[in-house]
């Protein structure tokens, strides 16, 4: 069996890449990253380390990889003889795979009538389905209604801390020993693919914002209070107790949000919250704030982890979540230098005030109270 995996990155080697060796696939992964992709097609194989007291080492083989830069038509015959095709680029790069996939897709209706099911692994709503509306913008109305036949978008969460690597060996990938993986299968059409380690659901939904407004809305909030805070590891902040409460709070707020829309158990989503804060501290990890708050527009969009659970609570309860009001106003002062988006909203800020920025970035109406208390919030830390 054949899979393509765009991106031979933190989580697309570290997670992807290790379950798809594990269920017999040979792995082709796509990246613009020269270094990886000479590596890969080098060494034909990696190391995956447990960030645990065991250190488990597994090998992962049957790799190769495609430079895309240099070589998108290796990429077409690539996707055009797969047997399954994931991506985990990041939700901004999506756009930019759409073409060469699209291109693969087409030339694979040529090769074979076989279903194929094409799986973003990102950390966003609906990751496979927007990369789906990128191809379908390339495509004619007969291409579209030949693509509706014959392959499937199922939106998948992905869940597994992977750090940015810093290993002599380039390739290896040191991550946290928990993963989840799961796929909604009711987007599949044909079998479901044979993936080691996938949990299929028929409705994805109460999965990805319950992972989304847990770990990633946890994650976040723990990274921008604690750079506002001086920390650059995720380790520095959490240890800080005034942050850790905040984070509970936070927390709090989106299981408020999180067990009524989808009664959820309460306990076994606290225990679930606990299990979480407890990752964040894996002593055997090392992360920066820097990568976990990386991104803010896009973290700071109404679809993402800050903003929708602060809007859909509001709207619920008709009171304001004030904690994560001051998450998204801790990110409107993410400030890194080497963070182009943490630049362009400081200078947002900088021309045009932050009741602009607060309307332009997080889509919050500027006659709520959520935004008032957002603007009070950001104001607030400004004197600190
Ligand atoms: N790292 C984690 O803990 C984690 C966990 C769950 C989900 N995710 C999600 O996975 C995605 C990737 O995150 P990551 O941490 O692996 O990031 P990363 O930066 O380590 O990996 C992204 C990879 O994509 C490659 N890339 C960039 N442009 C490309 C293009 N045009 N074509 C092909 N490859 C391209 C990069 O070179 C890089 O190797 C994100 O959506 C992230 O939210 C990450
Ligand atoms: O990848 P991002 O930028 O969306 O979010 C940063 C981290 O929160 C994220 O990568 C987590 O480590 C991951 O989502 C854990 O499953």
Not at 280 to 290: G, H, S, V
Not at 335 to 343: F, G, T
């Amino acid at each position: 069996m054949n899979a393509v995996h765009f991106g031979a990155g933190n989580i697309g080697r570290g997670f992807i890449g290790c379950l798809l060796y594990e269920s017999g696939y040979n792995t082709c992964f796509v990246d613009v990253n020269g270094e990886i992709v000479d590596l890969l097609n080098e060494k034909k194989e990696y190391t995956v380390q447990l960030a645990n007291a065991t250190n488990e080492v597994m090998l992962v083989k049957n790799v190769h990889a495609i430079n895309s830069l240099r070589d998108p038509d290796l990429v077409v015959d690539a996707v055009a003889n797969a047997n399954l095709v994931t991506a985990a680029v990041g939700p901004n790069i999506l756009p930019l795979i759409a073409g060469l996939l699209a291109n693969g897709l087409k030339k694979r209706l040529m090769l074979s009538k076989e279903p194929l099911t094409i799986i973003a692994c990102e950390n966003m709503i609906g990751g496979s389905v927007f990369l789906k509306e990128k191809i379908y913008e390339q495509l004619n109305e007969q291409e579209k209604s030949l693509f509706d036949v014959h392959f499937s978008f199922p939106n998948a969460a992905v869940d597994r801390i992977v750090p940015n690597q810093t290993n002599d060996d380039k390739l290896a990938v040191t991550v946290e020993p928990f993963y989840e993986w799961i796929v909604d299968e009711s987007e599949i059409s044909g079998e479901n693919p044979p993936i080691n380690g996938v949990t299929f659901v028929k409705e994805l939904q109460p999965f990805i914002e319950r992972k989304l407004f847990t770990v990633n809305t946890g994650h976040a909030v723990v990274a921008y209070f604690g750079y506002l805070a001086g920390y650059r590891s995720m380790h520095e902040a959490l240890a800080d107790g005034q942050i850790k409460e905040m984070t509970e709070s936070v927390l709090r707020e989106t299981s408020k949000y999180l067990t009524t829309k989808y009664s959820f158990d309460e306990q076994a989503h606290y225990k679930y919250v606990q299990k979480i804060i407890a990752r964040f501290a894996n002593p055997f990890i090392t992360d920066d704030t820097t990568r976990v708050g990386r991104s803010p527009m896009r973290k700071l969009k109404s679809n993402d982890r800050l903003v929708r659970p602060a809007t859909q609570y509001a709207e619920m309860f008709e009171e304001t979540p004030i904690y994560l009001a001051k998450g998204i106003a801790s990110a409107l002062h993410y400030d890194y230098l080497e963070d182009p988006e943490a630049q362009e909203i400081q200078e947002a800020i900088q021309q045009n005030g932050i009741a602009f920025a607060i309307e332009t970035f997080t889509g919050i109406k500027a006659d709520t109270v959520l935004f008032k208390t957002v603007y009070e919030q950001y104001k607030e830390m400004a004197k600190k």
